[in-house]
Each structure stands twice: as C-alpha cells, then as structure tokens.
T-cell receptor
Framework: KAGVTQTPRYLIKTRGQQVTLSCSPI?????VSWYQQTPGQGLQFLFE???????NKGNFPGRFSGRQFSNSRSEMNVSTLELGDSALYLC??????????????FGPGTRLLVL | QKEVEQDPGPLSVPEGAIVSLNCTYS??????FMWYRQYSRKGPELLMY????GNKEDGRFTAQVDKSSKYISLFIRDSQPSDSATYLC???????????FGKGTRLSVIA
C-alpha cells in the first residue's frame, strides 16, 4: 500500500506571495491532518479534515487554510507569506473514526522557504 | 507551562547502550500516547502506540506510561547507529482531539 505523498517536496517563495501544498493520503484513509514543523516550535497542529469537513483547527492565523476533496486528497494554502512561515509542512493521514483515536501516518513533508 | 515537555538533547550514546527518552505532560485528559522517530529530511514514522497506562514492548523498544505522574518513557535496548534520529512523543485525548507533540529529542548512537 502506497504511503502518504506530498507535493511539491521543496518550494521557495517570497514574502507576500501565496502557496498551495498538496497531500494524497493512504488509500482508504479519510482523515488528513496538517502540521507545521520548525526548529523553535516543533510540530504544531494546523487543521484536520475528515470527509471533506474541517473537524479540528489549531491556533494559526486565517492566512492558513485548507480543504479536502471527495477522494480524500487535501490541499493547504498559505496567503500573504511571511518569513516566519518558512518550515516543513507535514501531512498525516489516518482511518479515523468518530470517537476513536487512530494512529497517524506522515508524509515526507514539503519544505517551504520564504525569502 | 507547555502541554507536553520533552528534553531536546542532543543525546549521544555509544553503540549497545540502553537509551531512555522521556516526556512529561500536564493535560490529564490525554489517553493515547505515541512515539515517533524522524530521520533527517523525512517525515515522522510511528514507533510505538499505547492506550492509557502500562508498558508495551516491541523488539528493542519499550514504551512506558505512568498517568499518575504524567510521565511517559521510551527505552531502546542495544542501541544501533541506525537509531540515530529525532524521537518525538505525541499524545491526545479521546474523541476527535488532535495530537500534541513534544519538540523531540535528538539522539546520536556512536559506533
């Protein structure tokens, strides 16, 4: 079974631009979560989508948004990029039911550098 | 106080040593506890998964959860250079609650 895939793997943008990152979960997984990883803050939760609906949201500004498609693929968008948005963006998928915790499987991440 | 505290290291040990990695947490609602390993330039991969208190063993790895002390541990026996990575603890409550991660401990096993 193929793992979680993320595209692109590397990205360089300048301040003020916007960016869209893509994530394809493991086949059959319906939950997709996004995380930002930086050396200073570690892994921080951005949001989770389940069956095309945002189910959880972390403490990030509205410039960070996401969506999930009917095939469970997900995209996240960051508008008006700031230098501090430089990070590794990780996507994780799980077959997550309503009231249970399922283990999450991570993709390789997209490394974003904002200049 | 952060919800999950983890010593960032770095931790350097000789090959064959027993490694102990730890996290403390403040949220008593946490019920699910995980350890992830992350190699440089890779995404985290799940190592161990434990529900509530107790021990779990998988090969050279043992995970322990002490909910009364809000303390979790990962032990690595007979450590190998291939174990050199960053180890992240993660935990969550029941229901649709997101994972909360520690910042990770960087481990180097020297041959």
């Amino acid at each position: 079974k193929a793992g979680v895939t993320q595209t692109p793997r590397y990205l360089i943008k300048t301040r003020g631009q916007q960016v869209t990152l893509s994530c394809s979960p493991i086949s059959g997984h319906r939950s997709v979560s996004w995380y930002q990883q930086t050396p200073g803050q570690g892994l921080q939760f951005l949001f989770e989508y389940f069956s095309e609906t945002q189910r959880n949201k972390g403490n990030f500004p509205g410039r960070f948004s996401g969506r999930q498609f009917s095939n469970s693929r997900s995209e996240m968008n960051v508008s008006t990029l700031e230098l501090g948005d430089s990070a590794l963006y990780l996507c994780a998928s799980s077959f997550r039911l309503a009231e249970s915790q399922e283990t999450q499987y991570f993709g390789p991440g997209t490394r974003l550098l904002v200049l | 106080q952060k919800e999950v505290e983890q010593d960032p290291g770095p931790l350097s040990v000789p090959e064959g040593a027993i490694v102990s990695l730890n996290c403390t947490y403040s949220n008593s609602a946490f019920q699910y506890f995980m350890w992830y390993r992350q190699y440089s330039r890779k995404g985290p991969e799940l190592l161990m998964y434990t529900y509530s208190s107790g021990n779990k063993e998988d090969g050279r790895f043992t995970a322990q959860v002490d909910k009364s002390s809000k303390y979790i541990s990962l032990f690595i026996r007979d450590s190998q250079p291939s174990d050199s990575a960053t180890y992240l603890c993660a935990m969550s409550g029941v229901g649709n609650t997101p994972l909360v991660f520690g910042k990770g401990t960087r481990l180097s096993v020297i041959a």
